[in-house]
């Protein structure tokens, strides 16, 4: 399953539950939500989209928990904004 | 033209004045103060350059030795450590403008807070901020505002610490009477967009920062 990882350079705020990331490489600025910001966090080490959703299981109740296809598009924005890369 | 010190917010600054014209440098209402303590950066003035304002594109160079910021009837020179600056000005305009754009990196530079595009009205000894792009309404807001004292009607000036945000009295007002006051608490931040009908929503903090990056002067 592929993996993916943050890159390195960025500056994120967390303002109540949401979360505001530069990237400081292009000046691009992401909002992600509460699971948003979630997922980013673990992003710091590898994650595949299974761990992820694990992960999101154990932490967020049922009723805001993503489904697999949703996971993916999100990391698909995130490689888009430049915030995250697959691992080869 | 000789030198003069000012001070803006919690810093001096003294201007070397070489401008071959005559021109209006800070509103009256900035403090002339005495040179008692070294000031925190020295900028001198000059003019004969450029040509008249095409548009806000700002050009920004950086190397070891010094940053410019250049615009079609502006040039700023600065060191690294923000200490000295020239500023090549082609009019009044260009003048106020590579004022501000100098200011506005300066206090970035030491992470001491951010000149905003707003005008900011006091009641009750509480800052409320205005925040706009350009024909978005900020002087009508201030000048709705009467009979309420005015701490700026163009940039406010934000102190930002861990204790709090402090709104100071801009030397970079347009046309309207600035308040004696020097300095607020910040209350609240309108962004404001042009409508038929008037009304107030609060958004959420994460909006909020976003729509504000943009009304950063610079």
């Known amino acids: 399953m592929k993996r993916y990882i943050q890159n390195k350079t960025y500056d994120v705020t967390r303002l109540d539950d949401e979360y505001v990331v530069l990237n400081t490489d292009n000046y691009t600025v992401t909002k992600l939500n509460g699971v948003g910001g979630f997922c980013w966090s673990l992003l710091h080490e590898e994650q595949t989209v299974d761990s992820l959703l694990e992960a999101i299981h154990k932490e967020f109740p049922e009723d805001e928990q993503p489904d697999e296809g949703e996971i993916e598009e999100f990391i698909m924005d995130l490689i888009q904004c430049e915030l995250v890369h697959h691992v080869s | ?218």
């Open chain 2, 1 to 218: 033209m000789g030198n003069i010190s000012f001070e803006i917010g919690d810093h001096i600054f003294v201007i070397q004045n070489k401008l071959v014209k005559p021109m209006k440098i800070l509103s009256i209402k900035s403090r002339r103060v005495n040179e008692v303590k070294a000031p925190d950066m020295v900028i001198r003035l000059e003019d004969n350059y450029g040509i008249p304002f095409i548009d806000y594109d700002v050009k920004i160079i950086k190397d070891h030795t010094k940053i410019t910021y250049q615009r079609s009837d502006y040039l700023i020179e600065v060191d690294p450590d923000y200490k000295e600056a020239t500023l090549y000005v082609h009019d009044e305009l260009a003048l106020k403008h590579a004022l501000m754009n100098l200011y506005s990196s300066f206090i970035v530079h030491h992470n001491w807070g951010l000149l905003i595009h707003s005008s900011c009205a006091i009641e009750k000894g509480k800052a409320h901020i205005f925040s706009g792009q350009s024909g978005a309404g900020k002087s009508t807001a201030a000048k709705l505002s009467h009979p309420r004292e005015l701490l700026s009607d163009e940039a406010s000036i934000l102190k930002i610490t861990d204790q709090g945000v402090t709104v100071y009295n801009s030397p970079f007002n347009s046309e309207l009477d600035s308040s004696d006051l020097e300095e607020a608490s910040l209350a609240s931040i309108q962004l404001l967009h042009q409508s038929l009908s008037n009304r107030r929503e609060k958004i959420s903090k994460s909006d909020a920062l976003l729509q504000l990056i943009d009304k950063v002067f610079y």
